[in-house]
């Protein structure tokens, strides 16, 4: 049974840090690409980032890159999120998600339709 299971979220103050965590289980991780989605209160779940399996190719969306970081160890199967800089529009619950889709373009790591298994999401709330 795959579980994906995140740590690491809370409540900040806007500019603040926070790191989050994804320890997967019953998989081949080093065979996934990993990424980190997020749902803010009415709105669609949205990309975040992503990393491809050996950790050499990053994609970030527009609104984070530069104050996030995607990373992974797999030798213990976790994938991590470092947040810098946190903005109130940050504020979401924060998902991680194991692709088994072929890479194929940019595309095929931020479409979260390509994603297999998910998280339970973590709670991230940036206050002023």
């Known amino acids: 049974q795959v579980q994906l299971v995140e740590s690491g979220g809370g409540l900040v103050q806007a500019g603040d840090s926070l790191r989050l965590s994804c320890a997967a289980s019953?998989?081949?991780?080093?065979?996934?690409?990993m990424g980190w989605f997020r749902q803010a209160p009415g709105k669609e779940r949205e990309f975040v980032a992503a990393?491809?399996?050996?950790?050499?190719?990053?994609y970030y969306a527009d609104s984070v890159k530069g104050r996030f970081t995607i990373s992974r160890d797999n030798a213990r199967n976790t994938v991590y999120l470092q947040m810098n800089i946190l903005k109130l529009e940050d504020t979401a619950v924060y998902y991680c998600?194991?692709?088994?889709?072929?890479?194929?373009?940019?595309?095929?790591?931020?479409?979260?339709?390509?994603?297999?298994?998910w998280g339970q999401g973590t709670q991230v709330t940036v206050s002023s």
């Open positions: 990393i491809s399996w050996a950790g050499g190719i990053t």
């Open positions: 019953g998989l081949m991780f080093s065979r996934y690409a």
């Open positions: 998600a194991a692709s088994g889709a072929t890479y194929n373009g940019k595309d095929s790591r931020t479409d979260s339709r390509k994603y297999d298994y």
